[in-house]
């Protein structure tokens, strides 16, 4: 009898070698005669081990590596655009390029206004000397000349006038010039100190990627293939967060309510357990 009981215990352990414990009992080679009862041997063996364990927990330390990883590669996503762009400094040299321009205009302007106002006056000296040089006697041709003279002074006073408006114009377009040269140098020392600093920040996040992508693989290894897959999927499906904590009876993430025996399920972690409102995994901690 205690032979045949042995050869059955052997068949069971070997189906079930991770299994047998103590937790329930279960009765072999359970004897026909009830008068032989006290002689049977009850065999405690434990039931099979629920592979779901513990798989929320592990979830969420999974979800929690995965958030911070998506958020570094997210920043440094970011970091590359603005490494390799120069928005601000394009748009600095823009303006000074631009007041550059201006401010050639107006010196062509200004010395337009210079010279029209030369001539002018050689003009009038030319008329001046002819006048007072002797050489003109008739009265007609002298009065013709004078007033030809007045009118050369009246428009030299219009010349003169625009020749102010040019200087004037000339001395606000270097100014603004000088602003904008100013800017765009200021804007350049800028952008180099912010990729120094956005350069320094890069390195550090790929070296912590590359402590938490150590730390996932070891999170993983407890993480059945079915978990994984639902996870991955869910992930997949809701912005990134495949698992969402029970907070306050209420999903931490949704914010729907949980009542109190899901929340207890969840608790026990012997099963995955979801939120019926955004269907992420429940945790329980
Ligand atoms: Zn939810």
Redesign the pocket.
């Known amino acids: 009898m205690l032979c045949t009981a042995n050869i059955k215990i052997r068949r069971i352990k070997k189906l079930r070698r991770e299994t047998i414990s103590a937790t329930s009992i279960l009765e072999i080679n359970k004897p026909r005669n009830k008068n032989r009862a006290s002689k049977c041997l009850v065999w405690i063996v434990k039931p099979p081990y629920n592979q779901y364990m513990n798989q929320s927990a592990h979830l969420y330390l999974l979800q929690k590596l995965d958030t911070q990883l998506d958020q570094i590669l997210a920043r440094v996503s970011e970091i590359d655009r603005l490494l390799s762009e120069d928005e601000r400094v394009r748009a600095a040299r823009q303006v000074a390029d631009t007041a550059h321009r201006n401010l050639e205009n107006a010196r062509l302007e200004a010395r337009n206004a210079d010279h029209l106002v030369s001539d002018q006056k050689v003009k009038i000296e030319q008329s001046e000397a002819s006048l007072y040089g002797g050489r003109i006697h008739n009265p007609k041709e002298l009065q013709d000349l004078q007033k030809e003279i007045e009118s050369l002074k009246r428009h030299l006073a219009t010349l003169e006038d625009r020749q102010l408006e040019t200087m004037i114009a000339l001395e606000e377009s270097e100014q603004v010039a000088s602003v904008a040269d100013s800017a765009f140098e200021k804007t350049q020392a800028e952008v180099i100190q912010a990729k120094a600093g956005l350069a320094g920040e890069r390195e550090q996040l790929l070296k912590t990627r590359q402590r938490l992508q150590t730390e996932r693989s070891a999170a993983l290894s407890p993480i059945l293939e079915a978990s994984l897959q639902i996870y991955n999927r869910i992930r997949e499906q809701r912005k990134g967060i495949a698992v ?1 904590c029970i907070d306050d009876e209420t ?1 931490s ?2 914010g ?1 309510p949980i009542r109190p025996a899901e929340a207890q399920a969840a608790r026990l972690q012997s099963a995955l357990h979801y ?1 019926s ?2 269907g ?1 995994v429940l945790f329980a901690g």
């Open positions: 969402a999903c993430t949704c729907a939120c409102s955004c992420r």
